[in-house]
């Protein structure tokens, strides 16, 4: 079965600093996406990409975020400067005939 | 507006039970796609369905079952012998059609499923 695969799995982050968080999608897939969900609480939409650009994106989805899809493989998720409420799992989506999600990544900052 | 809602915060119920976890949805479009997914402990999401706004044909996947029913805008989810492996979370959810492939979903708040040995 064909797989999303996200890294790292955990990242530990002081305040302040940049994270980069990487999605390798299903390649033949065309729309890659990614979501949050803050402990305990729903998952939230961010943004979906398509052909090399953003095709939507949240309220959440402010100007310290941008993504990327640089090497036609990875796909990933900047924060250019985490705050405490950045802390999340972050999780990465390929949709095709079904839609499967990475098995996250586990944000944390401190 | 789209909004799901899943009103069972939580459910226990001892093993080989059936349980049924609900799902509830809102939506203006006449072109939308549900979807369940699992999350189990370990925090990912497994994609247990996709069903189209034109489809109301029941679905049966093993001891998983679904029910759509359009007229109540309701798309209800069950586990029919439950099992201890069947604890998670278990997230409803919806989407518009965009375009092709491309889905936007609206999550519900998710229901925690327990199930005792």
């Known amino acids: 079965e064909p797989e999303v695969t996200q890294t790292p799995s955990h990242q530990v982050t002081q305040m302040g600093q940049e994270v980069i968080l990487r999605c390798v999608p299903i390649?033949?897939?065309?729309?890659f996406y990614w979501y949050r969900q803050i402990l305990g609480q729903k998952v939230e939409f961010l943004v979906s990409?398509?052909?090399?650009?953003?095709?939507?994106k949240s309220e959440i989805f402010d100007d310290q975020f941008s993504v990327e899809r640089p090497d036609g493989s990875n796909f990933t998720l900047k924060i250019r400067s985490t705050k405490l409420e950045d802390s999340a799992m972050y999780f990465c989506?390929?949709?095709?005939?079904?839609?499967?999600f990475g098995q996250g990544t586990r944000l944390t900052v401190v | 507006a789209q909004k799901v809602t899943q009103a069972q915060t939580e459910i226990s119920v001892v093993e080989k039970e059936d349980v049924t976890l609900d799902c509830v949805y809102e939506?203006?479009?006449?072109?939308?796609?549900l979807f369940w997914y699992k999350q189990p402990p370990s925090g990912e999401l497994v994609f247990l369905i996709r069903?189209?706004?034109?489809d109301e044909q029941n679905e049966i996947s093993g001891r998983y079952s679904w029910n759509f029913q359009k007229s109540t805008s309701s798309f209800n989810f069950t586990i029919t012998a439950s099992q201890v492996v069947d604890s998670a979370v278990y997230f409803c959810?919806?989407?518009?059609?965009?375009?092709?492939?491309?889905?936007?979903?609206?999550w519900g708040a998710g229901t925690k499923l327990i199930i005792k040995p």
């Open positions: 989506a390929s949709f095709g005939a079904e839609a499967f």
């Open positions: 390649s033949n897939h065309l729309y």
């Open positions: 990409f398509y052909n090399n650009e953003i095709s939507e």
């Open positions: 939506t203006r479009d006449t072109t939308y796609y």
């Open positions: 069903r189209n706004s034109f």
């Open positions: 959810a919806l989407s518009e059609a965009l375009m092709d492939s491309n889905y936007q979903l609206i």
